[in-house]
């Protein structure tokens, strides 16, 4: 089992930052795949960002990338997603979730290959 957990969401104006974190704990929790996601009301949950197990590897989609920076300190067992310029459409709720890579110091981008998934944060961005 591995276990996640976000923080640092919440209210701020457009143009504005927020660090969101992913702590991760359990079994094989630095050998994981770790990737963010985020779902608005209505919409399906989309690829926001990713990291392979060393950091070495990242991976950005549409949403985030030129504003998002993801990285991880294994020490600390922490995944930061930084957000930067932010927009009211990057309202949502924002995920981490890990991904078993068997070894393999690669992003993975489906949701479906990431087995174990936080609680979420709520980012609310006011225009």
């Known amino acids: 089992q591995v276990q996640l957990l976000e923080s640092g969401g919440g209210l701020v104006q457009a143009g504005g930052s927020l660090r969101l974190s992913c702590a991760v704990s359990?079994?094989?929790?630095?050998?994981?795949?770790i990737g963010w996601f985020r779902q608005a009301p209505g919409k399906e949950r989309g690829f926001v960002a990713g990291v392979s197990w060393s950091g070495a590897n990242t991976y950005y989609g549409d949403s985030g990338k030129g504003r998002f920076t993801i990285s991880r300190d294994n020490a600390k067992k922490v995944v930061y997603l930084q957000m930067n310029s932010l927009k009211p459409e990057d309202t949502a709720v924002y995920y981490c979730?890990?991904?078993?890579?068997?070894?393999?110091?690669?992003?993975?981008?489906?949701?479906?290959?990431?087995?174990?998934w936080g609680q979420g944060t709520q980012v609310t961005v006011s225009s």
């Open positions: 359990g079994r094989a929790d630095t050998t994981n795949t």
């Open positions: 979730a890990a991904g078993d890579t068997y070894g393999e110091d690669i992003v993975l981008i489906d949701p479906t290959n990431h087995r174990y």
